[in-house]
C-alpha cells in the first residue's frame, strides 16, 4: 500500500488548516485487483446499512452513500497502465477532536475496515494507492 501525504491534510499538529464543521476530509483507495468486481461487492457490503445520497458539491454532482458523518462512492475505471482500478472515495466530516470519533478516526476505521475485509474474503490485491484530497465543502 502506498499513501500520498499532503501536508494541511490531517489533524491539526503544527498549526495548518483546521477542517471545518462545513467540510469534509475525502480520502481516497485505488484498488488494483484481479478481480476488480469482488472488491466493488466488499465496498457494497461493508456501505450497505447507509442511505443514498445525490448532492452537487462545488458545483459538481455526486451521488453515493452515507450514514450522515461518513460518505462513500466508488466507481471502476481503468488507469493508464490499462489495469482495472476500483476508485474507492471515503469523505467525513465533523470538526477535529469535537466529535467523537473525529473525521479523521472515522476515514481511519473505514480505510481499515476496506482492508480487512478484502483480507477476510480472500480477494487478491495487487495495490492499494491512498490519496488525501483538500477538504471540500460538506452538501448536507
Known sequence: MRWSR??????DLFGG???RPDQWAPLEARVVAADVSAVERVVEELTGFMD????DVDGVPM?????????VR???????FGRRVLRVWFFAGGPVGQAVP??????????M???D???AEGIEVHEIRWYEHPYISRPF
Not at 499532503?6 to 489533524?11: L, N, S
Not at 451521488?63 to 460518505?71: F, K, N, S, W
Open 6 to 11: 499532503r501536508g494541511e491534510w490531517g489533524p
Open 17 to 19: 488548516p483546521r477542517l
Open 52 to 55: 443514498f445520497f445525490r448532492e
Open 63 to 71: 451521488a453515493g452513500v452515507t450514514d450522515g458523518q461518513l460518505a
Open 74 to 80: 466508488y466507481a471502476a475505471e481503468t488507469d493508464s
Open 102 to 111: 473525529d473525521a479523521f478516526e472515522r476515514l481511519r476505521k473505514a480505510a
Open 113 to 115: 475496515a476496506l482492508v
Open 117 to 119: 475485509e478484502l483480507n
